[in-house]
């Protein structure tokens, strides 16, 4: 069964803090990790990962995955109030069913002004 | 802009009630997904379809059946509502092809069983 873990599953931080969300997954013939961001609605993708090693950005957010360890980051940097939601990992594994995803229990980010 | 929408935002029925709960997508995306999402356990999967008429069970298919008629469109059935099927339910539809796995969702119908 495959399966995929957050952690924390929460965090309280200040604003200007920089915080590090992880994602680690046990599946069968992977394919690609996505994080999503969720505030009081529905989830909004921020990136998908595929290759060990390589960071994808944007803004103050970045992203990597280790294919090795079956783990990725998630960094925020100078964190924001806007940045208070919900960071949900999920992978895409193998099979025949392009697409389906399996999600982690999601990270809950709170920053304070 | 891909467009996920669903019927309801918030519902109220009673134990014992047939519940629809209706998904409607506009980018011609051949898979769709209903969720559903409680505290500490994020996103389960309760059933998925990726053509019309075609669907498979998720992680937690009991007591949901779903229907696909239509490209576009994809119901939640809760065939007789339980007070333990309390939730938030997503939908979310994508592409059927390796390489394009994101999926876009609506913006949920928070649904209670008294």
């Known amino acids: 069964e495959d399966k995929v873990v957050q952690s924390p599953l929460s965090l309280v931080v200040h604003e200007g803090d920089t915080v590090t969300l992880n994602c680690s997954y046990e599946v069968t013939n992977f394919r690609s990790l996505l994080w999503y961001k969720q505030e009081k609605k529905a989830p909004t993708f921020l990136f998908m990962l595929t290759s060990s090693g390589i960071e994808k950005k944007s803004g103050r957010l970045s992203s990597i995955l280790d294919k090795k360890e079956l783990f990725s980051i998630l960094n925020i940097t100078a964190t924001q109030t806007g940045d208070s939601a919900v960071y949900l990992c999920a992978v895409e594994a193998g099979g025949t069913s392009y697409g389906k995803l399996t999600f982690g229990q999601g990270t809950i980010l709170t920053v304070h002004p | 802009d891909v467009k996920v929408t669903q019927s309801s935002r918030y519902l109220v029925k009673r134990t014992g009630e047939k519940v629809f709960l209706e998904c409607v997508q506009d980018?011609?995306?051949?898979?769709m997904f209903w969720y559903r999402q409680d505290p500490g356990l994020g996103l389960r999967l309760i059933y998925f379809s990726y053509d019309v008429k075609m669907k498979e069970k998720g992680d937690i298919p009991e007591g949901y059946s779903v229907s696909r008629e239509k490209k576009e469109r994809f119901s939640l059935i809760l065939e007789s509502a339980s007070t333990n099927q309390t939730s938030m339910y997503l939908c979310?539809?994508?592409?059927?092809?390796?390489?394009?796995?994101?999926?876009?969702f609506g913006p949920g119908t928070r649904l209670t069983v008294l």
């Open positions: 979310a539809s994508s592409f059927f092809r390796s390489g394009l796995p994101e999926q876009f």
């Open positions: 980018m011609d995306h051949e898979n």
